[in-house]
DNA sequence: TCTGGGGTCCTAGGACCC
DNA sequence: TCTGGGGTCCTAGGACCC
């Protein structure tokens, strides 16, 4: 282990400040982004959280207050977070060199020295050339580096959390503001009277993998300094690709179901052929809302597959018939997904001694397919698999902001002037 | 009327086998 | 009246994260 510092960069209100970049106006004045359908709060500005607005409240709660603060509120804008995210990431690796994306607005990176002049050199070449505010926190392991960013947020953009000063607040850190500690595993760590994070590091290993499992036992690790992930290199190719989306109102029936799962299958199909790779398992899930009697009644079901596929028409037909095994008359559907699993690159052919020889057709269609579809964001004109007409399970978002970075329609004209 | 979507990793329990 | 035990593999679901 040479690396002495374990980084953690995380952009400040990111979404909010994606919104900002391009109404500079809005800079100091109270900003919040909705979650799709609007349905709840995702991101807020400083200014909203001052007012006293909460994390993940719904959108028809705080209508109100929306007004009567003079609150700018925006339907989420996915292209443009994840552009402006690919921005500020390839930044961090020009000068970096290897890091280690986590999120659409954090990633990891590994230093041996100057951490200080290093992270101040990064805060100030993002906000140039890329133009969003991040905070940066150091530590020796990935929980501490995230703790010390929140503490980042705090102070200055910038927390170096050494050695000594983690032994210091470790005592006084409740657990449930530890990564990866979330209200179930909170009030079972209560339950053993594990209370604070030096708690936990002080606790009897055996009994740790015991009581709490391999979290647990990995959780302890990294609060005591030991790093569980080997670095942070990895090339890791993802793992699932997930499409899925609540309904404006709940539905009984399978015909509005199937629709909904041939579109997320399409969507999902063609995001995977455009990350050049192949799956071997499709699952679907059909759930009711989470917050009606029925919340039991969900389900999903997978069928793995005996070759790899990216063909939209193969996998269209297993979603139907995964869809018939999971569906139940009488339930009010509120959400419907497809998550293809199992995902490798293109390309590592390894033929299965017992499957059948690849259809050659169907990659040459499938390019055809997302060739006419390209560009079309969201409008999907050639498609396949059931579709009615009349999608009755979307819904619309009403605030979204112009295109700005990825549609040349939207890109904002300067004027001398 | 109205409560997100996209990921990761782990584990309980059933099926199957000897 | 009695019903093995242990291993592996798979699936569905849970917890957590942003």
Known sequence: MSNKWVGLLDCNNFFVSCERLFRPELEGKPVLVLSSNDGCVVARSQEVKDIGVPMGVPYFQIKD??????????????????????????????????????????????????????????????????????SIGLSQTRTRAKYANMLAKKAKGIKLLSEQEWSFLAPKIPLAQIWGVGGKMEIKYKNHNLLTAYDLMSADPQQVRTLFGLMGLRLRDELKGVPVSTGVKKSDTQHTI???????????????????????????????????????????????????????????????????????????????????????????????????????????????????????????LMKVLDNINAGKEGKDLLTVGSRLKQSEWQAKSDNRSPAYTTKWSDILTVKSQ
């Open 65 to 134: 207050i929306i007004k009567n603060e003079g609150i700018t509120a925006f339907s989420s804008h996915f292209a443009l977070y994840r552009d402006v995210s690919r921005r500020v990431f390839s930044v961090m690796s020009e000068e970096l060199g290897g890091i280690q994306q986590y999120s659409i607005d954090e990633a990891f990176f590994l230093l041996d020295c100057h951490p200080e002049e290093i992270a101040s050199h990064l805060r100030k070449i993002i906000a140039k050339k890329v133009g969003i505010p991040v």
């Open 242 to 364: 997930l499409n899925s989306r609540s309904f404006k109102k709940p539905t009984e029936e399978l015909a509005v179901l199937a629709d909904a799962i041939a579109y997320h299958l399409r969507h999902a199909a063609a995001s995977m052929r455009a990350k050049s790779l192949e799956t071997r398992s499709i699952r679907v899930f059909i759930r009711p809302s989470r917050h009606s009697d029925f919340v039991l009644q969900g389900g999903s079901k997978e069928i793995v597959l005996t070759q790899y596929t990216r063909d939209t028409v193969e996998l269209s037909r297993l979603a139907k018939r995964a869809l018939e095994q999971v569906y139940r008359p009488r339930v009010p559907y509120k959400q419907a997904g497809v998550v293809l699993g199992n995902l490798r690159p293109v390309g590592v052919n390894q033929p299965d001694l017992f499957s059948l020889p690849k259809d050659k057709n169907s990659d040459r």
